[in-house]
């Protein structure tokens, strides 16, 4: 995504929180580091909407993203399944049927994004509620791991 893009992302989420943010106060944005979502044009249509934006660190988002911890690795997992099993049932492999692939990973996201995994994300990555013992755990065992490589 480049700058021009997120502002204009910005701005729609900005519109389109509005009733949100005036039944239930401020609204948090979470962001990676990524430069584009660090623009000032953007940040400020934000910040005028009552929109708090928190960027994670550069190089953090594979241990606080929350969604990457619990949500998108239960889905490709979820997906994993259900073409397995698509495939034994059919007797065919269906890898490469665009059709097939798009009907499963819808399925997956139903089955999968939900309000329980959204909280465990959160929860896993240690932003809420805070715990800076789960962070650095996570930062140190990455670390570990890119020694080693």
Known sequence: ??????????????????????????LI???????????????KTLKDAGIVVIALPAHTSHALQPLDL???SATKQKYRDLLSERTISTRRDLKNEIFVIAELISKAYDLTLTRANIK??????????????KVLQRRLIQSNADDEN
């Open 120 to 133: 465990a994300g959160f929860q896993a990555s240690g932003i809420c509620t805070l715990d800076e013992t």
């Open 70 to 72: 619990a949500v998108f």
């Open 1 to 26: 995504m480049d700058s021009e893009r997120f502002g204009l992302s910005a701005k729609e989420f900005a519109e389109k929180t509005e009733l949100l943010r005036r039944s239930k106060g401020t």
């Open 29 to 43: 944005l979470l962001l990676d580091g990524l430069n584009a979502h660090l623009k000032y044009d953007a940040l």
